[in-house]
């Protein structure tokens, strides 16, 4: 390549850096709108019909429960004032507890207010990814090379895989408020803390087994957030609905969030059914790491701590769904132990990336 072409070429790649950089700001300012629609979308819902006939039921305890109805009867000449019942439990150690309305709570305006909501997230998960391509393409290679790119590919993933539930139909519209937060979090966290220049692969990254294994790998950690959101709620529905059911006044604040969201049977059940559809592909990326490893360095398995915690990841993981096959660990104890297992994941990307030297330590953050 002659002095001018390389410099011709380096001008371009220096341009569509640039222009990633530029888009990505710009899907942060995209997120952020979509982060206070969301927000209105809760706020309207709290004033709504069932936010406030939650808001009756709760205000007394069990005991004091025959006092002001919020349903007028005609009976003849004679008003009766009835209490609309909210079923908590269907019977003693068993749940039947029908889904809240979703975030919107009911009210018109507020649902509005969560579509736009949706529109503006798919908006910027398009601008973002137009963001990561370029990326790509200013350093001619997949945008995997350091912890900038993955985390700005790891928020694009976490969002597509809500918004492709969505799609299917799935009812996760509550999880936009939370996924939003966390994903301005993570870019805000990349374009300050971890931003690295465009640079060139390490020799030990030039494989097609890029691709694959870290592909893998950052889609099924988007998919281990989503279900560690689900199992976080769960958490707090489940101790709300026990409240109620012994008797307990939950404060207003959590009545209005906590009423609208599923119940925490279906939380859980969520929270089991992504963690179990991804985790065979985690299983596939340790795999495909150990394959890549033999390729690079002539070993399958060093005890890198990356490595290390890659395993120790799948341990937890396997943990959690041996606990959810066995009776007496469902529920509770085996979400504590899907969020121990999301805490690997956790430390096992930014704790050892950052704070742990070994093999997979190429570029710094």
Not at 81 to 100: I, T
Not at 257 to 283: H, I, Q
Request: aromatic residues 14%; glycine residues 8%.
């Amino acid at each position: 390549m002659t002095s001018a072409a390389a410099t011709t070429l380096a001008a371009t790649n220096e341009h569509l850096a640039s222009m990633s950089n530029t888009l990505i700001y710009s899907s942060m300012a995209v997120y952020t709108l979509a982060f206070f629609a969301y927000i209105f979308e809760w706020l309207l819902g709290s004033r709504s019909r069932v936010a406030r006939t939650a808001n009756a039921l709760t205000s007394e305890t069990a005991a004091k429960r025959t006092g002001p109805a919020v349903t007028v009867k005609k009976a003849g000449g004679t008003a009766v004032l009835e209490r609309p019942k909210v079923v908590v439990r269907a019977a003693a150690g068993s749940r039947d507890v029908p889904d809240g309305p979703g975030a919107h709570g009911g009210d018109e305006q507020g649902d509005l207010y969560g579509r736009i909501a949706i529109s503006l997230t798919v908006l910027a998960f398009l601008v973002e990814l137009a963001g990561v391509v370029t990326r790509a393409a200013s350093v001619q290679r997949a945008p995997w090379g350091n912890m900038y790119e993955f985390n700005i590919t790891f928020s694009t993933v976490a969002v597509a895989v809500y918004l492709t539930l969505l799609a299917l139909k799935k009812n996760v519209r509550w999880l936009g408020l939370f996924l939003i937060t966390t994903v301005l979090l993570d870019l805000g966290l990349a374009v300050t803390v971890l931003y690295t220049a465009s640079e060139p692969l390490v020799p030990a990254l030039h494989s097609y087994w890029l691709y694959i294994h870290v592909s893998t790998a950052i889609f099924c950690g988007a998919v281990f957030y989503v279900g560690a959101v689900a199992t976080i709620l769960y958490l707090f529905k489940d101790a709300y609905e026990n409240k109620l059911e012994n008797g307990g006044k939950p404060g207003s604040f959590a009545t209005s969030v906590l009423e609208r969201l599923p119940a925490s049977a279906s939380l859980d059940k969520f929270a089991y059914r992504v963690n179990a559809a991804v985790f065979p592909l985690w299983t596939f990326t340790i795999i495909a790491g150990a394959i890549w490893a033999g390729s690079a360095w002539g070993r399958y398995w060093n005890w890198d701590p990356k490595e290390t915690w890659s395993f120790i990841t799948w341990v937890a993981y396997a943990c959690y769904l041996h606990a959810r096959a066995t009776a007496g660990w469902k529920g509770r104890k085996a979400a504590y132990l899907a969020m121990i297992a999301f805490g690997c994941w956790l430390f096992n990307y930014y704790g050892v990336n950052i704070f742990v030297t070994g093999k997979h330590s190429y570029a710094g953050v």
